[in-house]
């Protein structure tokens, strides 16, 4: 079969592949670059357990090819936490008992990110429809709720204090 | 943003973190990073891809099956029949319920889905490919999917090759308790109500599918499957039993079981499935390492399914609303293989605590396992063996009884529960419960959700023409099997190990034979070496899931981890402190007798400051001995458990109907569990909440049905609705805490409690919101259609 060459933005590094037309992009990033932190739950788009972010929006990658994502800019779990500091919501998980065999945590703290980067003060309600397309079998959610809100005042108050900051400095 | 959990008083500090702390999870630091290592992750160099050809037809006869188009398909390095395996003996494998399983059929296909033919191929993709190249040829046969219509003595017999005497669809015939007392019982009684309850037909569907990795090293003659199993040990002893039937050279020293991250167990990753042996069959003729992986529609349509009982009960309640009897006759559909996971004796599992949380004299209680042309059934979904189905069955009679009779459903418990002064108390079919005190759990959920106001409410609604319902399930749990002298699987008796080793700098590593799917054993375990010995749970290592090192175990499912193989961790770690008995005594020169444990250290009655810390003898245990003892601080316990453990709780439901769709809403819902002695709350409130949204999944959601054809209508997450965060509540919980006198912790078990309790409790408050319109009955899955016939029925939607 003939191939593609693909070259796209993982985690900020660009990532070159040679694939077949036919490559799921979650299958692209697990078996070719090796970044196993995203799973595969089911083959339908109902799980979620795939989920990253391409050009921002946060996106099934098993309901997408490798080649629709040629040139954009991709961000998967691994690319969520800085070093040694974990992002916001991955401290909020492990916080707040948010997860339990870890399977669909990595996309669901995808979705998450999402459902903030849209709106930084959802109701519980909110959260609850926002992460609708990610299936977990473990915790109930109630957790992951708590999670989600937890982190939610975390980066609201951290954008205040970036902006207190930015005020004083202009004054 | 703080939580407050409720568990008993904790006796060590936060910063030791025995018993009682809400422990941060130790797991997460990977998870949350994406690091975890499920089997999927695993890939070894060489390794080839295994795919499976699965039948459309519920019952064929395979005339012929052509692999040359699939072998011309680039990637494509084998084409395994079951032709093929036969020459090896290996087409069929024993199931641990003592049946037969094909491994792939040489001549009939049993039901939609099942295995016809494995590819092996370079890639995944290109094993899709050659998968979609076999041609196969069927001639359908007639298909029997009516477990009733199976026991007809005209029905075809789908297992031919069972032998003399087995000819029919029955597999077998079990009952407890005493039929002619219970049928005077029920002759004596005023009232009798009596229902048919279908539990239908339902898959764990964890979020993770399954999958192995089997790596046979020729040169070696040693054989390592990377595989999801809830139950390692016993896989590779079944695995040594298999090879050694069919005259492999496989000894069981020469396999290696490990198991990594699971994504989810819940009892469907208990079963040996034909693709795991295909893999290793695979990696044995190509000698490379063979990858197998389950999509998900292979995952809900071919693997073993849970439940599908069907239940016959009548109770009777005398004139002072006693309850006097109990008669169960069930019909339970185990599909075309029995693969049941459950122990030898117990062909219908623990089905007789059916007699639930309440006090009556005279049981009786018969299931027969009927063959249909199905996947396997009679595996777990979250539940110790088949309680869920005897809780349903108990807690919707009481509702009826009590509605029959007048009486409110909360008062009708309270007036037949067993009273705790009962404890330890024998049940009808024999069980000894061990402790409970189900009035005061009772009384806690209603308390918490203002009982008496929301009947009021009801009250005027119902004046006004709205549906609303509260529903009540009071149920008792039975897990952590269990006693040795009654059970076993295949044989192997159902007790699990421990081993402990203390390092000189007084730090320790725990292995278990038992394997976390999500519940947290790194972190609980390490809880309970803290609780024992004062070494702080951050300095305990526990490690399990790799057959080469950790001590034999039964695994995890049935809520028996914390029962057995906790339990197994408390002892070892008491053993190790006996020997650090002596090495205090020697490092105090004091008599043993003189010595007293407290915080972590042993100190010289009477004079405190004389003391020797658990860090401070670890290093003696291996710089100062006394003369005469060995070298080291370590113990190994396989723990027996004296009886079963029986966690207990009372959940409230309340829902609103909506008449004009039949649509259900959970307005609230109140759990309040009793699991004795609690090692971490945080846990175990995460355990029930999980536990909760699966007893909502089959109480309104989730079915595996099948047409007349016998094909599955429900084979994809499209059409089999697991329950998102939209359609759960917020689970409410509260706690009471009765420790099991028997278990060296106190501690009962918790993960399956609510899956348990839940599904009673929301059919209840369902039919509470109809009852005055004549609705007796409605069984689950309740979805808006089967509401909305019945308002349709009565002139009301």
Redesign the interface.
């Known amino acids: 079969m003939s191939t593609h060459h693909i070259s796209l933005t993982v985690n900020g590094a660009i990532r070159e592949a040679d694939v077949e037309p036919r490559l799921l992009l979650v299958h692209l990033l697990r078996d070719v670059f090796g970044l196993t932190g995203t799973h595969i739950g089911c083959d339908t788009s109902n799980c979620g357990a795939c989920t990253v972010h391409v050009g921002g929006v946060s996106a099934k990658s098993c309901t997408m090819l490798a080649v629709q994502a040629d040139g954009l800019d991709v961000r998967t779990i691994e690319g969520m936490a800085d070093g040694a500091a974990l992002h916001p919501l991955q401290q909020a998980f492990w916080d707040q008992h948010g997860l339990q065999c870890g399977f669909c945590t990595p996309g669901m703290i995808m979705q998450a990110a999402w459902v903030l980067a849209k709106d930084p003060d959802p109701s519980e309600a909110a959260i609850r429809e926002g992460i609708s397309g990610n299936l977990c079998r473990c915790t109930g959610y109630v957790n992951i709720v708590k999670a989600i809100q937890q982190a939610a005042a975390e980066i609201r108050a951290a954008a205040e204090t970036q902006t207190g900051a930015a005020v004083a400095a202009a004054g | 943003?703080t939580?407050t959990y409720e568990a008993q008083a904790p006796t060590t500090t936060p910063e030791v973190g025995g018993m009682g702390h809400a422990r941060?999870?130790v797991?997460?630091?990977?998870?949350?990073?994406?690091?975890?290592h499920?089997i999927?992750?695993i890939?070894l160099p060489g390794q080839l891809w295994l795919d499976i050809v699965r039948s459309p037809y519920a019952h064929a006869r395979i005339k012929g099956i052509d692999d040359s188009e699939a072998m011309k398909v680039p990637g494509v390095a084998a084409v395994i029949t079951g032709k093929a395996l036969e020459t090896y003996g290996l087409h069929w494998m024993p199931t641990i319920a003592g049946d037969n399983q094909m491994v792939l059929p040489t001549d009939t296909v049993m039901f939609q889905s099942q295995e016809v033919a494995a590819v092996i191929a370079t890639s995944?993709?290109a094993a899709a490919d050659g998968v979609a190249a076999v041609m196969v040829d069927y001639e359908p046969l007639p298909v029997v999917v009516d477990p009733y219509k199976a026991m007809d003595a005209s029905a075809p017999v789908l297992r031919p090759d069972r032998g003399e005497g087995k000819q029919n669809n029955h597999i077998w015939h079990w009952e407890s308790g005493d039929r002619s007392a219970t049928d005077a019982a029920l002759a004596a009684s005023k009232t009798r109500v009596k229902e048919h309850l279908y539990i239908p037909r339902i898959h764990?569907?964890?979020?993770?599918?399954c999958g192995c990795v089997a790596d046979w090293d020729a040169v070696n003659g040693h054989l390592t499957l990377h595989m999801t199993s809830q139950a390692p040990h016993a896989i590779r002893t079944v695995l040594a039993i298999v090879a050694a039937g069919a005259g492999l050279p496989i000894p069981e020293h020469k396999i290696r079981v490990i198991t990594h991250?699971?994504?989810?167990g819940?009892g469907g990753k208990v079963p040996v499935y034909p693709g795991y042996v295909l893999a290793v069959a695979a990696s044995f003729l190509t000698g490379k390492p063979v990858k197998w992986i389950e999509?998900?529609?292979e995952n809900l349509q071919a693997d073993s399914f849970a439940r599908d009982y069907h239940i016959d009960a009548e109770m009777g309640v005398s004139a002072e609303g006693r309850i006097t009897a109990l008669k169960v006759k069930t019909l339970a559909d185990h599909g075309a293989f029995d693969s049941q996971a459950a122990p030898s004796k117990f062909p219908a599992g623990l089905f007789n605590v059916i007699t639930g949380s309440y006090d009556f004299a005279s049981a009786h209680v018969e299931v027969d396992g009927v063959y249909t042309n199905k996947p396997p059934g009679g595996v777990a979904y979250r539940c110790s063996f088949r309680v869920t189905e005897a809780v349903h069955a108990i807690e919707r009679l009481v509702d009826i009884a009590a509605n029959e009779i007048g009486m409110d459903p909360a008062e009708f418990r309270m007036r037949n529960f067993i009273r705790a002064d009962q404890f330890p108390y024998r049940s009808p079919t024999g069980w000894e419960y061990d402790s409970g005190d189900y009035h005061a759990a009772l009384r806690k959920a209603m308390d918490l959700i203002g009982y008496d106001d929301l009947r009021r409410e009801q009250a005027e609604k119902r004046a006004r023409g709205e549906l609303m319902g509260i529903g009540i399930a009071s149920f008792t749990e039975i897990v952590g099997a269990g006693p040795s002298h009654d059970f076993d699987i295949i044989g192997l008796k159902m007790n699990d190990g421990a081993e402990l080793r203390v390092h000189p700098t007084g730090k320790a590593l725990l292995r278990i034979g038992s394997q976390t799917?999500?519940?947290?054993h790194e972190t609980t375990y390490a809880q309970i070496v803290a609780e024992e010995l004062g070494i702080p749970a951050s300095d305990v290592k526990v490690e399990y899931g790799d057959t080469d090192t950790a001590p034999y175990g039964l695994g995890t499912y049935g809520s028996r981890s914390t029962p057995v193989s906790g339990a197994a961790t408390a002892i070892a770690s008491r053993k190790v402190r006996d020997k650090a008995r002596k090495l205090a005594a020697h490092l105090l020169e004091a008599a043993e007798d003189d010595l007293e444990w407290t915080n972590g250290k042993f100190s010289v009655k009477g004079s405190p400051d004389r003391s020797k810390t658990i860090g401070e003898i670890a290093f003696a245990a291996y710089t100062n001995y006394p003369a005469g003892m060995e070298m080291g601080l370590e113990a190994v316990d396989y723990y027996d458990p004296p009886n079963f453990t029986y966690p207990f709780g009372s959940y409230i439901c309340v829902v609103d109907i909506d008449k004009g769709t039949g649509q259900v809403k959970i307005r609230r819902f109140v759990a309040v569990d009793d699991c004795g002695n609690i090692i971490n709350p945080?846990?175990v409130?995460?355990q029930i909440?999980?536990?909760?949204?699966?007893g909502l999944a089959p109480a309104l959601y989730e079915e595996i049905s099948y047409d007349e054809n016998g094909n599955n209508l429900a084979g994809?997450?499209?059409d089999y609705l697991?329950p998102?965060?939209?359609e759960?509540p917020?689970?409410e919980t509260g706690k009471t805490i009765t420790p099991s006198p028997h278990h060296p912790l106190g501690a009962k078990g918790v993960g399956e409690s609510a899956t348990v309790g839940a599904p009673p409790a929301i059919a209840n408050a369902v039919v509470d919101a109809l009852w005055h319109l004549g609705v007796r009955h409605i069984d689950i899955p309740i979805t808006p259609q089967k509401v909305w016939r019945l308002l349709h029925e009565r002139g009301i939607a």
């Open positions: 943003m939580t941060k999870r797991e997460d630091a990977r998870f949350i990073r994406g690091a975890g499920y999927d992750d890939n995944r993709y764990v569907a964890s979020i993770e599918t991250d699971i994504g989810g819940f999509d998900r529609a799917q999500g519940q947290g945080m846990i409130e995460g909440h999980g536990g909760l949204t699966m994809t997450f499209m697991l998102t965060a939209m759960t917020a689970w």
